[in-house]
């Protein structure tokens, strides 16, 4: 028997259990996390094969030490004489002209001037080889005559003031030019080559 003047407490109701609420909100994360992942997915791959931006010229693996210049006997062409240093554990070849590109470096402008490709300014014999961390003899053929060819016959003296003229010649006519420059472009490798001839006169 209840006590009198206490009301009896209604049980809360209970709440059915929906599956169809479950199934709509399990539906609803998948869908989300579906495209959360080909999102992902997306970003990753055009990560992937995005534009690289290129190398940039390496000018220290490869240098170069002006020697002297001789004028060939069989087209009075001007010969200069480098010498090629391999500073890294890699050989280095290279096995002809393709790829290969030319320049002059201007002394006023501070710049390059590169060279058509159809235009031959310059000859080397391939391959040229530079062992690992050694030191090479290179001859650079260039289309610049000069009067007469170098004869190695003459006394030591005789060939050290031919090849003052020579500088000298080179010095007036070429006043501008400081040197030269191969670039390697397979391998953005760019090879100074100095213009000894300028600094031969102090």
């Known amino acids: ?35 959360m992942s080909a999102i992902l997915v997306g970003v990753f791959i055009w990560y992937v094969n995005r534009p690289k931006p290129p190398k940039e010229w390496d000018h220290s693996s490869i240098t170069a030490e002006y020697d002297y210049l001789q004028v060939l006997t069989k087209n009075k062409h001007i010969s200069f004489g480098y010498i090629l240093v391999n500073h890294t554990n890699q050989d280095f070849r290279i ?51 000069y009067k007469e060819a170098s004869n190695n016959e003459l006394p030591l003296e005789e060939r050290r003031k031919f090849r003052k003229e020579v500088e000298e010649f080179l010095r007036t006519k070429y006043e501008n030019v400081s040197g030269f420059q191969v670039m390697v472009e397979p391998q953005r490798l760019a090879i100074d080559l100095p213009g000894g001839w300028n600094e031969s006169q102090k």
């Open 1 to 35: 028997m209840s006590s009198p003047g206490v009301m009896p407490v209604p049980e809360p109701a209970k709440k059915e259990f929906s599956w169809k609420r479950l199934f709509i909100k399990a539906a609803g994360f998948g869908a989300g996390f579906a495209l």
């Open 95 to 145: 096995e002809s002209k393709d790829g290969l590109i030319y320049a002059i470096k201007l002394k006023q402008q501070n710049a390059l001037s590169t060279i058509p490709s159809n235009v031959d300014a310059f000859t080397v014999d391939f391959p040229i080889i530079i062992p690992a961390h050694q030191r090479i003899y290179l001859d650079l053929e260039a289309s610049i005559t």
